[in-house]
């Protein structure tokens, strides 16, 4: 379903897909209720709890979330969004105060962009919507660009163009009289007491949470879908689905890449521990020589400039076979490594730290000298790391010499320090909370993955669940003890383990690493075709690329490739380079803002 409102100072456009129960009861987008129009797209996982808080004009199971987004900014005003629990992003425009309000769910799953022009404020869920502007044409960043090129281009609130800003996750956006006010609404709590012995009741209420946000984001008409990697975190939301659904028979679908010799293995073990009927593991995927410019062309459509995550297009062949079998919610288990199913490695540190020198000792495998041996070699080494951490910032300084960029661009964006800064990486954190809240989910890769796979599925008519990156659960593992996350013998991912054990089968559960064995399928490393794509790129590249991009550099890469060969570590940053610049070219071809 599509609409649109309009009036004299504004117009509101908005195109649904129908997939929770609730919204088989919409009779039109957007919601108009007076002077009011809301526009939402997202879903709300805590639709109980509202309702119980508002007054509701009809029962709850026929009440789609923009009428409790409505009802809720009746009661609450700008408050609005620290009550919703889902993945959201949404608009409330009053059209007789001539004010409008913008909010973001807390991780950032569904993004909004915005432009504040001089004759108004425009958004949409992707920039490429505002390209199709007749009066208004955004300019391609250069540096964007210049960082898109070293894979420093992310970010939480910057986009490709100069005008266009992102809504920050966990953010919302007031605009009254031709001015703009930007809230951060949410903060992560750093309440885990310091407790320093174990106790099963902390697992038992994690499980709780994590149950709780399974059955929540399970709400669909229609056949569900779930990525498995045979990891632990894709292999606890397909457990969870198949223990949830009871016999998933026709209801379930699980899609996989099985590239690696374990991973078919621990795919199917855990759909045959949950009863999965349909599995469809591709043994294979779009290589970049695939990847062709006609494709990323109607990407671009979609996204609005080039791709910063590779799994939006990469994923492609569960989108297409989402497709075939009418699935139109899609499960991920990304965000895990990032919070819940975290290894913990900061664990010690705080526990030293706070002086709990004998449960630091315990997390540590040997005999009690040894431990406290090695335990005084971690604290030295940590004391003359400079801040960075060691093997990032080795590798950072082989691959740098590597980037294709003119001297004088990367002095002109100071590139080499901020690229050299990303090697602190965990080194300065001390606190286990710390390094998740200030550090990690700090990081723009986090919501720009969301965004560009949360678009990429959208245009396919599906939408991402993502449940370890519930706020709920989010929360629920930062005030959890830290003693809880880490275990003996160095385990990590500790409290989680414990808490799928018996769901997830334990060869999964508890595998101690995430090496899945070799790769087994050949990678599609043609190197004539590698060469040929680098030297169209280098016959054809876009004038603003000409300028930024050492040509004679360039030429030497592929003179060292004809001679030579490919060197797998060397070159690995060549492929990613040319698949960037690719990206670039196109896209700039194709703008008419260039």
Known sequence: MSGHQRDDHSLLVEADI???????????????????????????????????????????????????????????????????????????????????????????????????????????STPAALLKLKNAKPTPDPGWIARYMIGQSQSHDRSAYQEIMKLPGGHSLSVANGKLALRRYHQWRDDAPDVFTRDPAHVDAYRKVLEGVMRSQMSSDYTLGTENSGGIDSATITAYLGKFLGVP??????????????????????SQAASITHNHINTSHYGDPDYSGKQMEEDLEILGYPEEHGNATGHRPFYEQCQTYGIRTLFSGYGGDEVVTNYANHVQRELVDK????????????????????????????????????NFLAAWKERWPEQPLREEVVARYNLEQEYMETARYDAVHRKHNDWIITGLMQMAYVPTRLENCTLMAASYGIDYRWPLWDQRLVQQYLS???????????????????????????RVAWKDSKYMGERQ????????????????????LHPLLADMIDRDKWRAKIKRLEADGLDPVLDFQTRRQAKSLKWLNVWLHGTPVA
Do not use: C
């Open 18 to 124: 129908f997939n929770t129960p609730s919204s088989r009861h919409i009779t039109s987008v957007p919601l108009v209720a007076d002077r009011l129009r809301v526009a939402f797209w997202g879903r709300l996982d805590n639709r109980d709890e509202l309702a119980a808080q508002l007054f509701l004009d009809r029962p709850l199971d026929e009440t789609p979330d923009a009428n409790l987004v409505l009802a809720g900014w009746h009661e609450w005003g700008e408050n609005l969004p620290e009550k919703l629990v889902g993945d959201f992003a949404l608009a409330i425009v009053d059209s007789e105060k001539r004010t409008a309000f913008l909010a973001r769910d807390p991780i950032g799953i569904k993004p909004l962009y915005y432009w504040p022009h001089a004759q108004g404020l425009v958004f949409a």
């Open 249 to 270: 028979g026709d209801r379930l679908h699980s899609f996989g890449f099985a590239l690696l010799e374990q991973e078919p293995a621990h795919i199917l073990e855990t």
């Open 355 to 390: 002086g709990a020198y004998k449960a630091a000792i315990d997390l540590m495998p040997g005999k009690l000298p040894f431990r406290i041996l090695r335990l005084i070699r971690r604290i030295y080494a940590e004391r003359k790391s400079g801040g960075y951490n060691a």
């Open 480 to 506: 959890t003890p830290v003693i809880e996350r880490a275990g003996p013998n160095r385990v990590g991912r500790y409290l989680h383990r414990r808490a799928i054990t018996g769901t997830v089968p334990d």
């Open 521 to 540: 399928t050949p990678v599609n490393d043609n190197i004539n075709d590698i060469i040929g794509q680098m030297r169209q790129l280098d016959a054809d």
